[in-house]
């Protein structure tokens, strides 16, 4: 069974974007342009849940503070909370991330007794301010080498378990962006669900990021993903799913 692991600290008790429940209930409200002006001794950089550098392992120092005329627009969001596009935060080791695309599709599909559910899917331009986010990037993405600004896709979704027994998901089997183009464990792509357990009569909010494209942005306005089994004492007990469209 494979179960693909990942430190994926995404500081989600900040930023949940609407999906409660994952790994935190709390949430924090895009800061005041008041608040994102600050400069004081006191400012902590923001932990954006879409910040694929925080999947890294790297013990790179990761204390970046934007500027002031980084963060003098009305889209920057300090909070790291970005649900518009064109806003654009900074994550603790010097990577803009700007929202360029922001989908709500609510599609299900089942298989056995889980259900998934993707509630977002977003399009964020990431570029690398620094050496150490490009290196933390490219580390976070299996990668020897990688190109700023490069584009990732993350997708957000919950497994509900209708069954009466603990599930352990092996999370997504792959996001397919083109006839070309495909994510998966081993492929670019940074998975939170895999390895995680969804009680009986439960469920898991989770997400995954992938790469999408390098230096130019991505021109697909769809894609599929298909989700891995799921097991019970190293026995599957769900099969893995067909392909679900997203349009974007």
């Known amino acids: 069974m494979r179960l693909f692991k990942f430190s994926l600290v995404l500081g989600l008790s900040l930023l949940t974007l609407g999906l409660t429940g994952c790994q935190s209930g709390a949430q924090k409200s895009t800061a005041s342009f008041k608040d994102n002006s600050s400069q004081s001794s006191h400012y902590k950089a923001a932990d ?20 002031t005329a980084q963060t003098r627009s009305a889209s920057y969001v300090k909070s790291g909370n970005l649900t518009r596009n064109g806003q654009y935060t900074y994550d603790k080791v010097g990577t803009k991330l700007t929202l360029n695309q922001v989908t709500h599709p609510q599609s299900t599909i089942r298989s056995g007794k889980l259900t998934y559910k993707i509630t977002t899917v977003r399009l964020i331009k990431n570029t690398a301010e620094t050496a150490a986010a490009k290196r ?30 603990a599930l352990t998901t092996d999370g997504i089997k792959a996001i397919r962006l083109s006839a070309s183009q495909q994510l998966n464990a081993s492929n670019q792509l940074s998975d939170a669900s895999a390895g995680k357990t969804i009680p009986a009569n439960g469920k898991l909010a989770t997400f995954a990021t992938g790469l999408a494209s390098e230096k130019t942005k991505p021109s697909f ?28």
Do not use: C
């Open 48 to 67: 954006p849940d879409a910040a694929v550098t925080a999947a890294s392992s790297s013990k790179e120092a990761q204390t970046y503070r934007p500027d």
């Open 136 to 165: 933390m990037a490219a580390q976070a993405l299996n990668l020897a080498h990688l190109d700023s600004p490069y584009y990732t896709i993350q997708v957000k979704f919950t497994i509900y378990n209708r069954g009466k027994q």
């Open 221 to 248: 306005s769809s894609v599929k993903i298909a989700f891995a089994g799921a097991y019970a004492n190293q026995k599957q007990i769900v099969k893995p799913t067909g392909w679900l469209k997203l349009n974007l």
